[in-house]
Nanobody
Framework: VQLQASGGGLVQTGGSLRLSCAAS????????MGWYRQAPGNEREWVAD???????TYIDSVKGRFTIARDHAKATVYLQMNSLKPEDTAVYYC??????????????WGQGTLVTVSS
């Protein structure tokens, strides 16, 4: 199973970006999909999750500004980020809980995409 994240970039405060993360490979099923981020000098933190049933949860600092969504057919998770702030600057990582050919559930991480918000 491989994850390919994209959509990062440089944006001004108040701007928007949409991140995507597509899963590929021998996947039997995908459960929860989510996004994490790691700012310079900080530990990686959880940002948002979406379950297989579509239930979403967010860290308080992004509620009302970020929206997580998924496309089951494309095995892709998205993160729409609006009203971006400089403190949102980080490398964003996608993570999925999925079953491969062996039927075992594992956590898989994408390679990260850099989001920079200028003030």
């Amino acid at each position: 199973v491989q994850l390919q994240a994209s959509g990062g970039g440089l944006v001004q405060t108040g701007g928007s970006l949409r991140l995507s993360c597509a899963a590929s490979g021998s996947i039997r099923g995908i459960n929860t999909m989510g996004w994490y981020r790691q700012a310079p000098g900080n530990e990686r933190e959880w940002v948002a999750d979406i379950t297989g049933g579509g239930r979403t949860t967010y860290i308080d600092s992004v509620k009302g500004r970020f929206t997580i969504a998924r496309d089951h057919a494309k095995a892709t998770v998205y993160l729409q980020m609006n009203s971006l702030k400089p403190e949102d600057t980080a490398v964003y990582y996608c993570k999925i809980d999925a079953s491969g050919d062996d039927g075992l559930r594992r956590l898989y991480w994408g390679q990260g995409t850099l989001v920079t918000v200028s003030s």
